[in-house]
């Protein structure tokens, strides 16, 4: 009884587009804010105790070059609130090139995108850096990084038989790396869209329509993900000898 995906017939037409935006994202949760009660997320990364400086590595393969400019998101949140405005001064490079300044008040999440200039970024490693100045009249300021993510041009190249991103231009999209028989989907929308009348050629590049400002999907067949089905664990939650007064589940 679920609903059909729609098929979109996107044979190739067009000039010829090679490079689409690779969207890539960083996140690891190592510390918990239980008393954080207003942040749009508890789990953070690290935390920056001005004045202090860290660096975080950013990862670029495959990048193509391009006149426009590439972004850099970044998601901080603030931890220490005192009465001075603002407590916070955050500086932020990328290849020891300052490319945002930003200051705000107390407990209050952070979310910067900045464009990155081309030529900014460079193929293979990248470095993030952020620091907490610590020139504010606060008594301290302490700054914790939740996530970042770049976007940046990259060449149509599939990585492990998966190649996922947003194309700036309509025409002939040629992908490189995927076996025959690979599935494409437009993926812009809530809704998944299947491709058909994509074409495989001979050279072994697989071409397809792309629309501007539409994210595709495209993935050989043996790199499809498949679901595991196991049988669960028998729980002893019951068992009498436990002697619990109550169980906790929590984050």
């Known amino acids: 009884a679920g609903a059909s995906m729609p098929e979109v017939s ?29 942040a749009p997320d508890r789990w953070l990364w690290d935390v920056l105790f001005a004045p202090e400086v860290k660096s975080y590595r950013i990862d670029v393969r495959a990048l ?27 500086r932020v490079s990328v290849n020891g090139t300052v490319v945002e300044e930003l200051s705000w008040d107390g407990k209050q999440a952070k979310h910067l995108e900045v464009e990155l200039a081309p030529g900014l970024l460079r193929e293979g490693d990248n470095v993030l850096e952020l620091e907490n100045v610590g020139d504010t009249e606060a008594s301290y300021s302490m700054v914790m990084l939740d996530r970042y993510a770049v976007e940046y041009p990259r060449v149509a190249l599939a990585a492990d038989g ?34 058909v009348d994509t074409e495989l050629g001979a050279d072994g590049v697989l071409r397809f ?23 669960p664990r028998a729980s002893r939650l019951k068992n009498t000898r436990h002697r619990a007064d109550y169980v906790l589940i929590a984050p």
């Open 209 to 231: 329509r792309s629309e501007s400002g539409r994210s595709y999907l495209a993935v050989s067949p043996d790199a499809v993900y498949h679901p595991t089905v196991t049988k």
């Open 162 to 195: 998966r190649l996922e991103g947003r194309w700036s231009a309509s025409g002939a999209a040629e992908l490189s790396g995927l076996a025959a028989g690979a599935h494409v989907l437009d993926v812009s929308g809530a809704e998944p869209r299947w491709l």
């Open 10 to 38: 996107a044979a190739p037409s067009g000039e010829a587009t090679s490079f689409y935006w690779h969207r890539a994202e960083w996140e690891e949760n190592h510390y918990y804010q239980a008393a954080l009660l207003e």
């Open 64 to 90: 193509a070059p391009s006149p426009e400019s590439s972004k850099l998101g970044v998601w901080l949140q603030g931890v220490s609130d005192f009465r001075a405005n603002p407590d916070h001064h955050v």
